[in-house]
């Protein structure tokens, strides 16, 4: 329940950044943040939404000749 609420809480802050229009310090100010805890969540929830592509080698499938 706890993560759920924190990301909700960062979710909205970062919504929110996105259309402040004031100076970044005012928005640190205003939110109770710190430059770092804004970066460091933005980058984590910028990270969580990208997708991963592994490689796999295929080898051929042998069969049974007649």
Do not use: C
Not at 13 to 25: D, H, P
Request: a positive charge; hydrophobic letters at 25%; proline letters at 2%.
């Amino acid at each position: 329940m706890q993560n759920t609420l924190k990301k909700a809480f960062w979710e909205n802050i970062l919504q929110n950044y996105s259309s402040y229009e004031g100076s970044l310090i005012d928005f640190y100010t205003e939110n109770n943040i710190t430059k770092g805890q804004l970066y460091y969540h933005k980058n984590k929830f910028n990270n969580s939404n990208k997708q991963v592509f592994y490689g796999i080698d295929l080898k051929p499938i042998k069969t049974r000749e007649k």
